[in-house]
């Protein structure tokens, strides 16, 4: 009897340990307002994950219409009819990351590109990167594990299908209610699947867009549902419609940094910038074709 | 001691039994009774505390336990994925029940002697060297992906019928091997005596070498069954939410690895059990296994 | 009176080494047959090539006028007509002595099993091993081992029993209550066929001693001429090294 008494001794002190003081979070130094992203990057320069550079992180294979053109050479991203390589500068995020990249004082070579798990955008510990760039949606359960920037990107999502998909035709979520649909994992598209259609049927959560797409193609899904841009960039024959904001809020894409890092204040200077002179909305129209029309869910 | 025969040597003496069963694993785990009990309990103790003191004080544990081990998450994460768990049970208690089966057949096609079973028996030999070669995604992603897109009339279109071939066909080749080492172990004499009595081989197999093989390869059965319990999670690369797939889908969703701290304590929650009633079974069976024939 | 074993011109080699060079034996029906030799002389080989554990490379064994070495032999059937006990008794551990004693019976006979129950009983009262029923083997001395294994071969109510040195690898406090049971079977008129070393015993309770020397059977007599008057010089050796190790 007495050894259990010592044990449980011992597991309470240790649990007493645990239990200390969160550590305060401390917030980035405010940049003032006056100042512009590069002269803020110079100012934080001290913070870069390498000297001179910024190391941008996205997953490997990289998708269309987000990254597209040629594979360089010696580059660990293969492209092909549906995927792209970030050095390219072509796709919406490759153009937009080299446009922010110039804005923040670093020229085309002085930008590095990571290829990293969705997972390790946000697991704890430092990063070996200083920014990940992955169509990462904000939200605020994620705040904690990393810091945003503010958003580069309104995404709302669609529902693609193929030719005989019980999917076409639909035009309100009640119809939607008792297919099969899938997304990838890691997208607010499963959460829309789940909030807002609320399937009979489970939605099937894949570990990337070729997996979804592949049971699309046979028959072991109605319909898939991924952001806009991407609906329209040809993966099925049919777009079916969007939907409107899980969770009432416009939905975002942000820069996901790791905690604490004052980086942050000047992406995000950069970002109003170019929000502001239009840059944003000329990337857009540049690389992403959507059509508007689609009707949305009711 | 251990309730066994007590053998008395020519100098009447008894002779200690060298053996100590499964059910003193206790005190042996502690080192024997008494004061060295203290002292393997106060070390155990000690160690642990500075173990945990180290981690504890390191710089990078708040942003790990709030990564791992957040409270609210837990709470949130734990009931969501226990009741897709009960998926994963399904599988596996489905699976292993063929896989018990399946493997038995393989591992009597494997050791039915005479020329005319040769075909039979390199049949069973390949299939266990293919099937314990090719890891199990693969075989998972193959039936689970491949067969629906051969759209042939009658074959079934379900994720979770494929994982269940898939893993079946899989750990089949490996318990089938288990259980050929058990079958093997037994002793010929058993199969003579069998034999002698006027039993057909095929009878001796079945009340005789097939009873004790199994008996005797009860532990790594049921290691191989644990691993097929962790393998379960492997439907989810076909899309099918079990208990990973849903910890996976919250912890992308929240950016925090807490839901696999939950689903580590229910797998070990589950582990423990089984492992102590294996246990029980072998102590049980330690008394059956001196039987007569070891001379 | 008929004959309930002949052989004639058996052999039986294993790989290289030939084991059974020619032997020419027959056993009456209630006849008492004592086999003797030193180790490795083909006792074990000659029993287990009758109860056709092992295949025989030459010559013809009849078993109750059925011949049981031609082809297309349903050596299934053979075997329940011969009753054999081994030295290492070879009990089923896993089994209570009563399901040791039952299970042929129910699966190689076919017979009832109240039938097999009711024969189970009767054979282990007469050993002596009642109440030893529902044990399992390893509860049981070496001595009521082997007279479990004697029960559970006679159980198929057999032609013959071969018996393979079976008190050799007994604590000798054991083997007289062994050497009883088999008295009594042959007492009863059982047809036996028993390998032994207990010279004792054999003259007691064999019809006829065969001396098995190197694979051939160089003398077969009545108890009292090969124990007494030996014919062959290597009988008489092989005698003198018995008496010599005290064991006659």
Redesign the interface.
Known sequence: MR?WF??LA?MT??AA??A?E??PRGEGPDPSLDQTAADCTAEQSSSLFAADTLTIATGNPSYKPWYGGESEPGSEWKSGDFTGDPHSGEGYESAFAYALAEEMGFSEDQVTWVAVT??KS????PKDFDLAMQQISI?P??E???DFSVGYFDVNQALIANEGSPAIGATTLAELKDLKL?AP???TS??AIEELVQPTQ??????DLD??L??L????LDGVVVDFPTAFYGYADVVVGQFPDVGGDQEQFGLAFE?DNPLVGCANLAIEAMREDGRLDELKNEWLEVDTSVPTFS | MSGG?EIILPNGTPRPDPGVPAGDRRSRVLGGGGRS??IA??S??IF??IV??LI??SS?W???????FDAEEFAYAFPEILAKFWRNVFIFSVAEILVLLFALLIAVLRSLPGPVFTPLRIMAAAYTDLFRGVPTILVIAMLG?GM??L?LRGLP?S?LFWAIVALTLVYSAYVAEVYRAGIESIHP??I?????????RG?ALR??VI??AV?RVIPPLLNDFIGLQKDSALI??????EAL?RA??I???????TPYVALAVIYVAITIPQARFVDWLIAKER????????? | MTEAIRIEGLRKSFGDLEVLRGIDLTVDDHEVVCLIGASGSGKSTLLRCI?L?EPVDAGRIWIEGDEVTGAGVDE??V??R???V?????????MTVMRNVT??QE???DRDPTDARAKALELLTRFGLLEKADD???R?SGGQ?QRVAIA??LA?DPDVMLLDEVTS?LDPVLVAEVLDAIRELAAAGMTMVIATHEMGFARDVANRVAFLEEGTLLEVGPPAQIFSQPREEATRRFLDRIIAAGRM
């Not at chain 1, 946000?122 to 510990?125: D, L, M, N, Y």
């Not at chain 2, 912890?251 to 690895?257: G, K, P, S, V």
């Not at chain 3, 081994?86 to 896993?94: E, G, I, V």
Request: proline share 5%.
């Open positions: 050894k010592l044990a011992a002190l240790l340990a645990c200390e969160e550590t969705f997972n946000f697991a704890p510990g939200s359960k994620r904690e594990a990393v899938g994992l890691g997208t499963l959460q489970e939605a099937g959560a894949y570990p997996l979804a592949k049971d193609k046979n028959g072991q905690s | 025969r009990t203290w309990v106060l155990t103790v642990f505390a945990g003191f504890v004080s990078g708040p942003e790990v336990r709030r990564s791992f992906y629906p897109a759209q279109d994720d004499s058993q003579a005596a069998a034999r002698s009595l006027g039993l057909s009878q009340h005789v009873p004790q008996r989810a690369f076909l899309g099918y939410t797939l996976q889908i912890q992308a969703q929240d950016f925090n690895f008394r059956r296994r001196e039987g007569s024939a070891q001379l | 109860d554990l299934n059937a075997r329940r011969i009753g054999i081994f030295q290492a008794f070879n009990l089923f551990p896993h299970l042929a699966k190689a006979l399992y083997p390893d049981l081992q559970r071969a198929l690898a």
